[in-house]
């Protein structure tokens, strides 16, 4: 048991120091970094999808896209305009690690940057654990799998400093309360902030959307300030 | 790295010699024993509690319910008329594993069941690497979560025998097409046998359950053949 636990502390050390290299190089660059957690078909790929469409003439935004099979998700963010996109096939490893992160960050020009984002697998479990050098996570919950996972799941939300709430379109279909999911995630971290949005409406998106700009404004403005 | 391998090998086979001992006892009792994974939120316990509350003058079902935390699930289908239900709470771990299973058996009486049901956590990952002693495993995909799920992860798809197609009602409103999900799927395990139902609406569910009621008597009629 005892050996077991010194390799897990040694894997995750080894992580941990990859993951302050990355955080470092974006530093460096002045380039928030968001990590976007969630189960499978919350709809992660299709808000960076409209998040890069929509903030095309605007923000240069990298991303990373990891999927356990098929480089689909990276394809997808490419196709909706993005030009500094780079997808990880874990090859059925359930998260990314700093390591894999860290592995084909050289291959984007991140001079050229001004939002860096890493989607990850579809897991609200393990990528919980693994820091990739973000400056947060952000996770999200469709109102289609209930109010319920803050509480069930309380790692992932206890380690995420955004939640977002999406497919608030399919509300009325759900047995979904917005002030108990709310309640559940604030149970398990006080410090959440919230949105609630619909990709396929559109309904919340302008606010997430400025919030991405102030976010990279303000990441810039620290910058000169220091 | 090699000593990272033979690990996690030593591992495996220890749960594969637990669930053996695990399909042992419950092959002795005739009972057939499915296991339920899913990603969190695809609907494993309102379909077990509809079953439970459908099938309870016809057949007697034990159930193991896990989560990460809470014993919320396990509350549900107690509520729901299940009387040998117990909850596993993993207390952070993405999986059962069959440790875990054969830990809580000894409070079921199995002489009383006509049918075993094991829900796992929801994770469409790492649940797959891990026999619990079942006869199948049971895989849900809702259609709000897309149709594009068994090609990302396929591990999941691969080992197992039935695939539910859940929230139906809910197919209008989301980009998720029927037969590109069950070709996805069949692509991945030609031998998959697909249910498709919405527990909303109730559409499907006696075929599922007509379907649970021949795999007891077919497991009885076996037995007696033998």
Redesign the interface.
Known sequence: MS??IS?EKKVLSENDKLAMEIRAQLKKQQIPALNFVS???SGKTSLLEKTLAALSSELTIGMVAG????E??ANRLINAGGKFIKPIVTG?S?HLDAKMVSKVLPQIDLSKLDLFIIEN??????PSSYDLGEDMKVVLV?V???D??P?????MFRRSSVMIIN?I??LE?CDFDMETVRRNALQINGDLKFFEMSC?TGEGLDIWYDWLKSLVAQKKEHFLNV
């Open positions: 050996k077991k390799i189960s499978p078909g999927d356990v099979q098929t689909n998700d059925g359930c697998v579809g897991n609200l479990v393990c469709s289609t799998e209930g319920d996972k509480l069930k799941y309380p790692g497919k379109d399919m279909l396929r």
